[in-house]
């Protein structure tokens, strides 16, 4: 059974940090290409971070770019997003996805960025 179990997601103000992580389970996990999405109120889900199977090639979104950096562990199998000066426009439900033979998601995790 796949699961993408995601976490570290909550309600923190403007210039903040927060560290997502999403464990997976049930598939080859070092031969996924893994990545971070996010879905806003009233807007399309959208790519945030990627990282290849060997976490060689990481790709970023514009609008987050020098301020998120993606992590995998193939050992643990997890991969993590660490978000650093975060903004209100970043506030959004986080989605952790494995593209492969499969596509694969998690189940979401809330960010909010509000002062």
């Known amino acids: 059974q796949v699961q993408l179990v995601e976490s570290g997601g909550g309600l923190v103000q403007p210039g903040e940090s927060l560290r997502l992580s999403c464990v997976a389970s049930?598939?080859?996990?070092?031969?996924?290409?893994m990545s971070w999405y996010r879905q806003a109120p009233g807007k399309e889900r959208e790519l945030v971070a990627s990282?290849?199977?060997?976490?060689?090639?990481?790709n970023y979104a514009d609008s987050v770019k020098g301020r998120f950096i993606i992590f995998r562990d193939n050992a643990k199998n997890t991969v993590s997003l660490h978000m650093n000066n975060l903004k209100p426009e970043d506030t959004a439900v986080y989605y952790c996805?494995?593209?492969?033979?499969?596509?694969?998601w998690g189940q979401g995790t809330q960010v909010t960025v509000s002062s």
């Open positions: 990282i290849a199977s060997r976490g060689g090639i990481r």
């Open positions: 996805n494995g593209r492969s033979t499969g596509n694969y």
């Open positions: 049930g598939f080859t996990f070092s031969m996924y290409t």
